[in-house]
């Protein structure tokens, strides 16, 4: 409502009421005495009415254009406050803006002073009164500026500008400005709020630079109770259950009560602002006001700082500032923490042997990063980086193609990382083996921007596993050795007991040789004989009686029987001699005592052993010999006559049906040449490289051990010989055997004998000094 | 005439040589041996009769049952030492050969099968080897009776103690006695 038109209502209201009263006795006059002078105080009354009324409008009309001026003013009204020569103070006149400001319409304060003295706040209203005796007394103007009840309800300020002007009849009247500057004091308060928190945050990195995490969040929630106005301020540590310590304090760790702010901000993980009375916490009563902001990394809060017990409430901006302070300590404490993390992690780098590298996925492998320690290799990271040398260049050149090959390989296959082991080159020229662990760093086209190596010194390892490798073979070689060894112990017991069951044959053979050959002597002299005393006798008769003879004679054929007697006893004793020779052979072949180093006719060796197995030959093969004369050959021939029989039992069941087998030997220099050459099946090529390997065989089960060449081998290497084979699938293998006439080094005769290992068991390196 | 005994525990054996023996001449360094044999073919028997006749020459099998032919001979040659002594073996091992040349004294060792001429060379040359050493023995000991340094007497014990071993000791008893077989004493 206008103000204006609701004072003309309010002025004029009596005179109408008047007005109204009057009509009423005109037209419906009560029957009383009393209306006479009753109607004639109302007409009066009127009359002083309209007389009064007409005297304010006249003024009214000529401040008029000052009215509204005040009237218009924002935030402000005017007032003329007159205070009289009894005292009583009354407003003459307030502008329309004091509703605005206050809420009170100018005609409730124009009608009860009091109303405004009641909106201003009980602390300043001492203060008003002050000043305005003071301004009476003296005459001055005096300012003010107090609090005051805002239209809203709240508290706000105002300024007051009042210039007194004393009248002759004793009063006082101020002309007054009362502006609301709640608003710029907020402002500049604000204001000098933000320059205080620049102030603060200015402080907070050299504060982080010497204080730790705890003393540099407590001296900023500190200085954010100062500028807030807080009077307490305190700072919980959080630990992994949610428990809270106080910090600096220190005191047992406790939950946050239900229901506090405290445990509100924790739970909201945001600031929580209450001003009014909330839950105690540990180290602090009951506060009155109470802010609390949880300070959080990655979610789980790790510090809780409160302010509490300021003396009005807490608003946006003191949150801010707690939130602004104590936050950027925390960024500070993170930052240092990750400095000092990263400063750490450097040194510790720089302390391993591990070297990190980033290499551009680019031609030439750019060094983007180094590891410092890279000078262990005698190089600095500036260079590397700047590439001098080129990364490349560190690889060995015989690793280089390698390490490229698989860098592409790798980088082409989608891989995010790899291992890598190759030799690096330090600037001294030393090659170190290191292990390079690569993760290939990759923009969202999968498309590899960059290469980061770890580098590890693997030589140490590298050396340790050659060496072991080289156990390993020595030790595979040894056990080869020994298996050759175990082999011929073998091969060698079976021939022992071969030869000492050959030996008892033998002997037991000897025993009816030795009659059936003397009586076959004796017989031969005994036909003799005979034929003597026949001679003698035929000599005695006479014609006739030699006629009557010559048809018994006939009849028995005595002619041819007395001429073929001798050649009979001839033949026997011949194949008897030939009987005695194998079994001489057989004893050669397998006296024990044979195994010492002697002197031996090889060609002979050849024929006993052919004695031997001629069993096992004389069906299917045609033996030709073709042996030339040969030197005495120092050499353990019972082990050579093994190696013969084994070479030539190998030839007979390579052949199938029918076939040749030729023995051929030569003397060329120093050394003799053993051939024994067959027309068999022959070996075919992918088996030519084991036939000298131990238990390697083709032949059916039972046929074969696998031995027989493999023992042969030994043998022949033992006495510094070699044995060498051509063969031809299908047409026939040549087994050659070469021996020098005298093997440096093999022992004398006396070192073998009987009671020495049988043949075959001896080593085949009978001396360290004869060539492996 | 030369007493021979042949042992082998095979009678085909014993037959051969008992045939060679007869037929073939045994002659060495210009003398011919007139050999008397006789053959055993266990060595129990051997010895049994080696204890009562005197032999020239034991020519012994070397394998045989019970006894081998080395512990015959060193047997045969406690009883006849004067005899020779040979091994005809079909088991030519050299430990054989040893101990019969170290223990036994053999003077020769002829393999199985045998050749009948160098067998009975060998017997020869071993008879006539022994007649010599006998020879140059009896020899010796007339030299000596004649240089006075053996007497008719001792010879004469030398030979009854050869036929008869411990024949020319006395043993005395403690109280003047003649004790005949000291084993008595022993005896309760």
Redesign the interface.
Same mark, same amino acid.
């Given at each position: 409502m206008n103000p204006r038109a609701g004072a003309l209502v309010l002025q004029t209201a009596p005179l109408a009421v008047l007005l109204g009263a009057l009509a009423w006795l005109a037209v419906d006059p009560p029957d009383t005495a009393i209306l006479p002078p009753l109607a004639a105080f109302l007409t009066a009354l009127a009359l002083w009415l309209i007389a009064v009324l007409a005297v304010a409008r006249r003024r009214e009309s000529a401040d008029a254009p000052l009215r509204a001026l005040g009237d218009n003013l924002p935030h402000a009204y005017l007032y003329q406050y007159q205070v009289d020569a009894r005292g009583t103070a009354r407003f003459l006149h307030i502008s329309s803006g004091v509703e605005r400001v206050h809420g009170v319409s100018a005609a409730a304060v124009l009608a009860d002073p009091a109303r405004l003295l009641d909106l201003t706040h009980p602390d300043d209203r001492a203060a008003i009164l002050a000043a305005e005796t003071e301004s009476q007394r003296h005459g001055t103007p005096f300012e003010l500026t107090l609090r005051a009840r805002r239209a809203d309800g709240l508290w706000g300020w105002l300024h007051l500008h009042s210039v007194p002007h004393a009248a002759d009849d004793g009063s006082v009247t101020w002309d007054g400005l009362a502006t609301d500057v709640t608003r710029e004091r907020e402002n500049s308060r604000a204001l000098r709020m933000v320059a205080r928190r620049v102030e603060a945050l200015l402080a907070l990195p050299e504060e982080a630079e010497r204080l730790d995490e705890p003393a540099l969040l407590h001296g900023a929630l500190t200085r954010a109770a100062e500028l807030t106005g807080s009077r307490t301020a305190r700072l919980y540590r959080i630990d992994a259950r949610g428990q809270l310590s106080s910090v600096p304090e220190d005191e047992a760790p406790f939950p946050a009560p239900a229901g506090s702010a405290g445990a509100e901000a924790l739970r909201l993980g945001t600031a929580v602002c209450r001003n009014q009375p909330d839950a105690p916490l540990p180290g602090l009563a009951t506060p009155s006001r109470v802010v609390c902001l949880p300070v959080a990394d990655e979610g789980a809060a790790q510090w809780l700082a409160l302010l509490a017990n300021r003396d009005e409430d807490y608003t946006q901006a003191e949150i801010d500032t707690l939130r602004l302070i104590v936050g950027q300590a925390w960024q500070l404490a993170k930052k240092r923490k990750a400095t000092q993390a990263l400063l750490l992690a450097n040194r510790v780098l720089n302390a391993s042997s591990v070297i990190c590298f980033r290499w551009r996925a680019e031609a030439g492998w750019p060094v983007d990063y180094v590891s410092p320690n890279v000078r262990q290799w005698g190089y600095t990271a500036e260079a590397l980086c700047a590439g001098r040398p080129p990364f490349a260049d560190l690889v060995h050149p015989d690793d280089l193609a390698r390490v490229a090959d698989e860098v592409v390989a790798h980088t082409a296959a989608g891989r995010t990382g790899y291992l890598q082991e190759y030799r690096i080159r330090t600037a001294c020229g030393d090659l170190r083996w290191v292990l390079d662990e690569t993760r290939v760093l990759r923009d969202a086209d999968g498309t590899a921007l960059a290469y980061d190596g770890i580098l590890t010194d693997i030589t140490d390892r590298r050396r340790a596993e050659e060496a072991m490798q080289q156990a390993l073979a020595e030790q595979q070689a040894l056990n080869r050795k020994l298996e050759e060894a175990h082999t011929q112990l073998l091969q060698s017991e079976k021939l022992a007991s071969i030869g000492q069951l050959a030996?008892g044959v033998?002997?037991? !053979?000897?025993?009816? !040789?030795?009659?059936?050959?003397?009586?076959l002597? =004796?017989l031969d =002299?005994?036909l003799r004989d005979l034929m003597a005393v026949v001679d003698a006798g035929a000599a005695l008769l006479d014609e006739a009686q030699r006629a009557r003879l010559a048809p018994v004679c006939a009849a028995h054929d005595f002619d041819y029987v007395r001429g073929d007697a001798f050649t009979l006893i001839a033949e026997s004793r011949e194949g !008897?001699d030939r009987l005695?020779r194998i079994v001489q052979d057989l004893?050669t072949f397998s006296?024990p005592?044979d195994s010492e180093w002697r002197e031996a006719d090889l060609n002979q060796g050849l024929e006993s052993t052919l004695n031997i197995v001629w069993n096992e030959l004389k069906y299917k093969c045609t033996v030709h010999r073709d042996l030339g004369e040969l030197p005495p050959v120092r050499c353990r021939i019972a082990q050579l006559n093994q190696v013969f029989l084994n070479l030539l039992v190998n030839a007979g069941q390579a052949i199938a049906e029918r076939g040749e087998i030729t023995l051929r030997t030569r003397a060329a220099g120093e050394s003799v040449t053993i051939e024994i050459s067959d027309t068999g099946c022959g070996i075919s090529p992918e088996h030519r490289q084991r036939i000298f390997d131990p238990f390697f065989t083709t032949k059916p089960v039972g046929q074969g051990t696998g031995l027989g060449l493999s023992l042969a081998y030994g043998i022949i290497r033992a006495h510094q010989g070699r044995i060498e084979v051509d063969s031809t699938p299908g047409q026939g293998s040549t087994f050659r055997i070469v021996l020098p006439l005298a093997p440096a080094g093999p022992p004398d005769d006396g070192v073998v004998s009987?009671g020495a290992p049988a043949p075959g068991a001896a080593s085949p390196d009978p001396s360290p000094r004869s060539p492996a | 005439m030369s007493r021979i005994l042949i042992l082998d525990d095979e009678e085909s054996i014993l037959k051969a040589l008992r045939r060679v023996m007869r037929a073939a001449p045994c002659a060495a360094g210009g003398r011919t041996f007139a050999l008397e044999v006789e053959a055993f073919s266990t060595p129990q028997a051997a010895l049994e009769r080696a204890r009562h006749e005197p032999f020239d020459l034991f020519l012994s099998d070397y394998r045989m049952p019970e006894m081998d032919g080395i512990a015959f001979l060193a047997a045969a040659k406690a009883l006849q030492p004067d005899a020779a002594r040979l091994i005809l073996s079909g088991y030519a091992d050299l430990n054989a050969l040893v101990r019969a040349v170290n223990e036994v004294g053999i003077d020769r060792f002829i393999a199985k099968p045998w050749n009948d001429y160098e067998l009975m060379s060998a017997i020869a040359q071993s008879l006539a080897h022994r007649e010599l050493v006998l020879e140059n023995r009896q020899l010796a000991n007339l030299v000596r009776i004649e240089m006075g340094e053996l007497t008719p007497e001792h010879l004469e014990a030398q030979r009854l103690e050869a036929l008869e071993p411990g024949i020319t000791r006395v043993n005395w008893g403690p109280d003047g006695s003649v004790l005949l077989d000291p084993d008595l004493l022993e005896r309760p």
């Open positions: 030996a033998a002997h037991e !053979l000897n025993n009816p !040789l030795g009659f059936v050959i003397s009586n002597g =004796t =002299t005994y !008897l005695r004893k006296r005592g009987e | -």
